[in-house]
């Protein structure tokens, strides 16, 4: 053999290797990528007007899936009534009385009134009267678009009466990421802060 084949297979077996090393890196990612976005983090985009102006039509958000029990104001992706990916505000959860409406016609929660500067401009607490006290282990959830949410004042009649299940919250809004021009971290809006 001479010294000219040998550096010609030496050439070829050092390709091969790159390119099975390339294909086990790409399939590697992918694999990491795919269980990132089943048990961290989720992207999500808004369908409906129904958490305008937080969140409009076609923004994208990050849901953190290990973010742990929703708390009061956290922004949510569950699995909705109708069993589909939905995006809405806790405003309740276990123990909680949530009542509609104040004589300043905001919500009380646990007797103390709610501050909403994150409703759509306009916009009101409820149209519809509700007392309503959060099972353990349930939320009440609201969209900011009031007039424009099909939220847990709409399911109050059915065997669930309203409430979502906290197993059934598939992960907390983290980030808006899209449109870029909105990009926004979310955190807990300060009326929640006084809530007991």
């Known amino acids: ?37 089943a048990f961290v983090v989720g992207s999500f985009y808004i369908p409906s007007e129904s958490m305008q102006n937080t969140l409009k039509i076609n923004d994208r958000v990050f849901v953190n899936k290990l973010a742990g029990a929703p708390e009061r104001g956290d922004i949510v992706v569950f699995k ?7 995006i809405k505000r806790v405003i309740g959860v276990g123990g909680d009385r949530v009542v509609c409406c104040d004589s300043k016609k905001r919500l009380t929660i646990n007797g103390k009134a709610l501050d909403e500067p994150y409703l759509y401009p306009g916009d009101f607490a409820s149209g519809d009267k509700f007392d309503v006290t959060v099972p353990q282990g349930k939320v009440w959830l609201m969209g900011d678009h009031r007039s424009a949410s099909a939220d847990a004042r709409s399911h109050m009649e059915e065997p669930g009466e309203g409430f979502i299940s906290v197993d059934d919250v598939i992960g907390k809004a ?8 909105r990009g926004t971290i979310f955190t807990t809006p300060d009326g929640f802060a006084k809530i007991e």
């Open 1 to 37: 053999m001479t010294a000219v084949t040998k550096k010609a297979e030496g050439v070829e077996k050092k390709k091969k290797s790159g390119f099975r090393e390339t294909i086990l890196l790409l399939v590697l990612g992918v694999g990491i990528a795919l269980l990132l976005q």
């Open 80 to 86: 909705g009534w109708n069993g589909e990916d939905t």
């Open 174 to 181: 983290v980030v808006r990421y899209w449109p870029l021009s």
